[in-house]
């Protein structure tokens, strides 16, 4: 055209100097392809969101059952007034909505053994004194140690520690059944000392006492000495919910179960010959008064000491019915428990009326 022709390596400059430019054009087309693909994208991704989540919401809200099938969320607690409101769908049910009044114990623990159920709760998780009631866990170390008729010697030592005392000798020997029928049944300092002492040593004994509260998982509870003495640190401790459980697993023990509700007996010492010990007989009374005033009282384990305030554990079991109600820092237990007792057989039923008919 301008009578000028190029070369052949020319040729091959200029063809990739527009081979430049053209990939520079799909570059920059692919550039604005991907900018709107990636918003596209992002926009589509947004609507299934919000689409997934309706559908989600959707389902949820048309699937859950009735609030009243999780019953265990609606287990009645007590506050300022005991007896609050509870489920239908399960036994022992709660069918009124009275409280109860006077009500001295700081902490309450109710619970129908049958079922597990917890009837009434009041801080059974705050930590207080236990006084005596600690006996029980004595008791389920002793049997650790000792056989049913091994001899166990009192040590002077035990005749003069402070507590509830049976007035035993010193050196005078009982069989272990004895001693811990003293223990238990008139929760007897002297009885306790002398078992903490017969197989090993006192500080021995407490930690096997904290050893096992840890293997039944009494997690707020701890001991410093087998008598329920009051610690001046407070470092002795427990819960309502833990003394329930404590009285569970010492119940499995038949004998300790025998002697928790048995009102009075005789125990008797062996005679020592050679020291010019003559066997001594002691008439032991149960400290639970409402083994003689509530049929139906199987006992367990009562407790009182300037900070503790008045313990008890008490088990029911009458008609089907097998509750225990455990009241600590309380100015009044049996009255307190009998209230509680009470109010319980009066707003629970424990079977449908109408499946009677």
Known sequence: ???????????????????????????????????????????????????????????????????????????????????????????????????????????????DVTSGKILIAKDADVKKAPASTVKLMTALVAFDLYKTNEIVSIPDICTKIEGQKNGFSPDTQYRFEE?????????????????????TTYVDFVERMNVKSRTLFLDSTH??????????????????????????EARKTPLIKQLVSTREKVI???????????????????TNKLLWEVSGTVGIKTGKTEAAGEVLIYEYDKDAKNLIIVVMGSQDRFTDTKKILDWVLTNYVWEDKEKQI
């Open 268 to 286: 008797q010492s062996l005679p020592d010959p050679k020291k010019g010990i003559l066997s001594e007989e002691i008439k032991v009374l149960n």
């Open 1 to 111: 055209m301008f009578g000028y022709s190029l070369d052949l390596s020319q040729k091959f400059k200029l063809n990739l100097v527009f081979l430049a430019i053209n990939f520079l054009w799909f570059l920059d087309d692919f550039y604005i392809f991907l900018k709107r693909g990636v918003l596209s994208l992002g926009r589509v991704s947004l609507y299934l969101i919000l689409v997934t989540s309706f559908f989600q919401a959707f389902y949820l809200e048309t699937s859950v059952p009735d609030f009243g099938a999780y019953s265990y969320v609606l287990t009645p607690t007590v506050g300022k007034v005991l007896g609050a409101a509870t489920t239908a769908y399960e036994y022992p049910l709660l069918i009124s909505q009275n409280s109860i009044t006077d009500i001295t114990a700081t902490s309450i623990f109710v619970k």
């Open 223 to 248: 001991f410093t000495n087998p008598i329920g003495l009051d610690d001046l640190n407070g470092d002795q401790f427990s819960t309502a919910q833990d003394l329930y459980a404590l009285s569970i």
């Open 179 to 199: 001693l811990i029928s003293s223990m238990l049944i008139n929760s007897s300092a002297d009885a306790a000392c002398a078992l903490s002492l017969g197989k």
